[in-house]
């Protein structure tokens, strides 16, 4: 019998009650409560709150740290002798030593926070007179606050105009800060910075959030292809005002030669069955010169293709 984590002092007693163990111990009768509760310590064991680290999010995943290591930080070096520095102590500026053409890198880190109205300190200097009070329940209401700040302070304008959004997050609130928003407050961002700061470059970072990621509606994706034609390949994006499906098709491919390749057949195919169906991937690579014969369409199993062997699998040939 195994309680995992939550192993308790009653657990001891309720395994030593049962007839077997009893036997094997020769014990006339189990411990007491406050015995187990001894032992517990003696153990190493404290009664307290479950301790709490770090979030965890996955900076240690395979792919992440492949993306941090060979992307990332490469071009994170290549900026930072561009960059101005400050001494931590005394608050000297070095300004970055240019090569003949070169600008000045600036840097802006996208930060998000969202405040509850119960998410207070608890700790305080408390009046001896003072009563206590119920706490509210819950976390509260809540407000997000989206800004970009870089060594020199929050992004403003010329003129202290701030790109700082406000809001109320909520679905009867003011929504969410989707990827629209997301899109909006950058291109108010970048003029700002171009106009305040014309002499530099400048760059823009986010983390690796889904809406910070998002492609646009026809973008080109391997990841839902199919490998045969197909009438009905393309994302939904909606309905109509006939509650009709609203299907966006991805936009043309680019052949080696860089002239443009459809990846739906055309309306005036000689096969009418396959008019302004998807080509398919087995279709698609054959017109880039590539046997898709073999191939299957995705590499099967928790782990996925092999990102460093490729040719696996005829999604992951196409995507490369």
Not at 35 to 49: F, N, V
Not at 111 to 134: Q, S, V
Not at 165 to 170: A, D, H, L, Q, R
Request: glycine residues 10%; proline residues 6%; positive net charge.
């Amino acid at each position: 019998m195994s309680k995992g984590k939550y192993a308790s002092a009653n657990d001891i007693v309720a395994y030593l009650e049962t007839l077997e163990v009893k036997q094997w111990f020769k014990l006339d009768e189990p411990p007491s409560l406050r015995t187990a509760q001894r032992w517990m310590k003696e153990l190493g064991y404290r009664w307290s709150l479950d301790p709490k680290g770090q979030y965890a999010d996955g900076h240690e995943r395979e792919d992440v740290v492949c993306y941090r290591t060979h992307r990332y930080v490469l071009l994170w070096s290549r900026l930072e002798k561009r960059m101005c520095t400050y001494d931590s102590k005394t608050m000297q500026e070095f300004p970055p030593a240019l090569l003949p053409g070169q600008k000045p890198v600036m840097v802006w880190f996208h930060d998000e926070l969202i405040f509850y109205a119960n998410d207070r300190r608890l700790t305080r200097w408390i009046n001896c007179a003072e009563g206590a009070k119920p706490y509210a329940k819950g976390d509260g209401a809540s407000i997000m606050v989206a800004d970009f700040v870089g060594i020199d302070g929050w992004l403003t304008g010329p003129n202290g105009e701030s790109t700082r959004v406000v809001m109320y997050p909520g679905t009867n609130r003011d929504g969410y800060m989707n990827n629209g928003r997301i899109c909006t407050q950058l291109e108010n961002a970048i003029k700002l910075a171009k106009a305040k700061y014309p002499h530099a470059e400048h760059v823009f970072i986010y983390d690796n959030a889904t809406k910070h990621t998002k492609r646009r509606e026809n973008a080109l994706s391997v990841t839902k292809l199919t490998i045969g034609h197909s009438p009905n390949f393309s994302d939904i994006i909606g309905t109509n005002e006939k509650g009709e499906k609203i299907r966006q098709r991805m936009c043309d491919g680019v052949m080696p030669d860089g002239s443009p390749q459809c990846l739906y057949h055309p309306p005036d195919h000689p096969n009418e069955d396959l008019r302004g169906d998807f080509k398919g991937i087995a279709q698609i690579l054959r017109e880039r010169g590539i046997d898709p014969k073999g191939l299957k369409l995705t590499c099967t199993g928790e782990r996925g293709c092999d990102r460093l062997v490729g040719g696996c699998c005829a999604r992951r040939v196409l995507g490369d």
